[in-house]
Every structure is written in C-alpha cells, then in structure tokens.
C-alpha cells in the first residue's frame, strides 16, 4: 500500500497517477480480510462501490475538461482551474 502511494506521487500523468493509486488500493482491499467474518466481506462490497463511484467520476471529470486539441493529462494542466473562466 505505501509502495502504491509513493509510486502515484512521483507521477506527472494523472491517468499513471490514477493507477499506481490502484494498487494501494487493492492493499487497502485485502486489510478486511484479515477480519476474515461477515463485516469484512460486506467492508470489501461497500468499499468495491464507493471506489468504482470515485475512479468513474474522476475519469469523466477527465474526459470532460479535455477537449479535442488539448489532453488535460499533466498535474499541471489541473493548477488553478477553479480561478479560470472559460
């Protein structure tokens, strides 16, 4: 999990950062299981909802603000979007 997190800092690309992120995730997936009971396994469904939810709006958050002629796919494209008008 630390190794996944360390990795999606490093990263420049955003869709790179998104999965290196995944893999931190999947470790944070397996902690439940530890539990090995009811709670667990129904952890891991509510977990599986909640980060499909999340990895699918950042994805169409993505989509949206690229346009035909410019990929936002750079950290940096993201500085200060909420202070640019279009």
Known sequence: MFVGNLLALIH???KRMLACSLIAHIGYLFLPLLAAGPEGVASIGFYLVAYFI??????ATIAALSSVY?????????????????
């Open 12 to 14: 420049r690309d955003i």
């Open 54 to 59: 999340d990895t699918v709006s950042t994805l």
């Open 70 to 86: 410019r990929e936002m796919q750079d950290g940096d494209a993201y500085a200060n979007l909420a202070y640019q008008r279009s």
